[in-house]
């Protein structure tokens, strides 16, 4: 086929209408409440759109499909949802138009993939399995059945079953996901590349060998309790709305807040809480105390800073900064540490970081002057080539003064996917613990594999090179959401079936294997018979969820019903009865039970309202190595850019989820009506002769390599010289596959090296 015939795996390359605002100083207030209704009503019937709204995270409601925020254990508001909330709901509950057998026959893949990434999300929900035959230029509807049995066709004839991988999305609940993994490993492979690989694999790969736990230690009591909060590299206005309650009640208690990010965001600035009159009315809470833009990939530098200034502090007035009594009792290496630190050079951290000593100084005030401290993180911090180290420099200063495992202090990595944290509880690993295998060999009697899967990136590799069959994916899109797009569509073409178990059209299914499949599942907030799922959200707490709206297609199934259907078909042969696990859930919790640590009594304690805690060896200080944490030591790791290169990171915008493009506008940076704009400091700007609003092409560079994604607007904003942002999945293409964190292969998402070019 021509390439001019083939499904293109990037949105169109063309502009809408680009209008600029003054950025906002602060997040939330009347607009918020407006924009979650415009966006419910546009989606919806005004019965459908609204009723779901009252059950959303309520005790024995269901868990927002949006971030991973917990919600308060004691009393809740009648409406605990936020305005990205509303529209994530407005997506899953749309019943406005539908993508059915009649849409897939009007539209060919083709002309499907020529439209752009919002105009599928307007198209509404998946309703029937469908199926794309080889050399077919159309979907035309399958049989449940009928698809089972391709997958096991497909599956049965491959030579190794590591030649099949099974990616999961976040929102997948804890039973789909514990099934999915089973049946992955008992079909033999551990090939179970997630989302987490591209979000926060960076910061499980840093704490666990340090505080022996790859999840965050604090829990929102802490937050009532806590005299300081920093926040790096996270835009919780956006993308975790219902965090900016807990900084508003912090802030109004006394506790100081300070902003580490590159850009000015509105919802760190200020807060004006949508559900109180005067939020309502505009008046917004300040939050933070220090803000410091620093550069893109500055991180480790300022905390090295941050670091030295608490040394400075304690050998001023000896006893008083560090706590040395925990350092003697909980860590170990801190005088090899301290030896290293002293060694780099405040010019280096300043060259490195672009803060100013002062800055930096006063940042570590905050710190050392708080009897306890949060730290929350996101994918500024993540998605860097050293986010591993950067992270850990992070646990160094919170050893420092023993801030973790104590009230009100502790590591908060801000989790994305609403049970991205749960699924990798439920198994959705490439590297399984010896522990974890060996109980789910016992409880399914059979020896699961042990050779170490393949993640996100080492399965597009495998994929290129003709190596995968069968790619099955639960959730997620993971065409447009990895790097490299175009490396991937080639190796997506090259297997011979391509499975999404999905809600929503997205260009995963428009660019794909020789055959394809589309299976429609229920969302969250869908009733599935009398039946109840479980989540973990970004707190370690596990509760119940349960959809209260009328599914939108009868032919759609659960999530763990069309696992255990596909794996019933695959694994004909084996003695597990999967169907019972798909009619009665219980039965897979009793599964989770006997498998995994800390679900003892689950369908009991799952009823609890709220939920329960999972345990945490870091919150009773019992850390990785003989209960110790060993502090960290790395090297300070710049960069190297030529002058005429900047630093590009990817980011969302306010009308987005991921690859889910709710709208065009990004509210609160100011920007309406377009997304592909680039935002630049204004001295980049005229060094390159870049007018506003100028039509530039991006290339990035690696290895001598250049990869190039055309026709961004040039915006003059408030970022740091030598730093440029741009919106994802649309500069994807950019990211290039082999520039991944180390340790944890996480693409370098935030960090691609770029030119600018006139258009
Ligand atoms: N509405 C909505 N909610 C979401 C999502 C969504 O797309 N939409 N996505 C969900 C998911 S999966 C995730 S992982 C989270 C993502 O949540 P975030 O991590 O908040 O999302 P990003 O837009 O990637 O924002 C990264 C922030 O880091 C800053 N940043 C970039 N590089 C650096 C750096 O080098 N240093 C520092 N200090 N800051 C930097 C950027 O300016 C930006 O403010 O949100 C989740 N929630
Ligand atoms: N350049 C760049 N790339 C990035 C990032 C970045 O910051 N910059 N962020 C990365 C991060 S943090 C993440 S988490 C990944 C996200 O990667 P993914 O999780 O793979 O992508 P999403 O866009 O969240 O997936 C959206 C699709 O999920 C499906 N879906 C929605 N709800 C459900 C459901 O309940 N069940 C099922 N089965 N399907 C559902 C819909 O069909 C929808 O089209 O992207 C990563 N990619
Ligand atoms: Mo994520």
Redesign the pocket.
Known sequence: MADSQKPAPENPEKFSDLRLNKPAQSAAGLPAVTSSLRHALRASSPGRALKPWLNLNQKGGFDCP???WPDPDGHRTTTEFCE?GA??LASETSNRNCCDASFFKKHSVLELSEKSDHWHELQGRLTEPMILSEGATHYKPISWDSAYKLIADELQIIQSPNEAVFYTS?RTVNEAAFLYQLFARKFGTNNLPD?SNM??ESSGAALKPTIGISKGTVSLNDFEKTEAIFI?????G????RMLSSLQSAKRRGAKIVA????K?AGLLGFAHPQEISGILGKATPLTNEYLQ??????MALLKGMQKALLDAESKAPGTVLDQEFIKQHTSGFTEWKEALEVIAWDDILEQSGLKRDEIEAAAKIYYEAESVISC????????STAVATIQELVNIHLLRGNIGKPGAGLCP????SN?QGDRTMGITTQPATDFIDALGKEFSFTPPTQKGMDVVESIEAMRDGKIKVMFCLGGNFLSATPDVRVVAEGMRKCQLTVQVSTKLNRSHLITGKKALILPCLGRSERDGDQFVTVENSMGIVHSSRGNLEPISQSLLSEPAIIANVAEAVLAKEDITWREYAKDYSKIRESIERTIPGFENFESRITEPGGFYLENCAKNRKFAIEGRAPFSVHDLEPLKLSKDQLLL????S?D???T?IYGINDRYRGIQGERRVVFLNQKDMEARGLKPKQPVNLISHWEGKQRKANLFLAISYNIPNGCA?AY?PETNVLVPLESTAKISNTPT???IIITIEAA
């Open positions: 949006s971030c991973a990205n529209k994530a976040g989302c979000c926060h790096f590299g996270q835009n919780p956006t993308n975790h709305p580490i990010n590159p850009l965001e620093v550069k893109i990939n500055g991180d993180w996101a994918m500024g911090l993540t998605q860097h801000v989790r994305g996917h991205v990171m990817t980011i969302r306010h987005q989820f991921n889910t942002a994802f998402s935030k960090s």
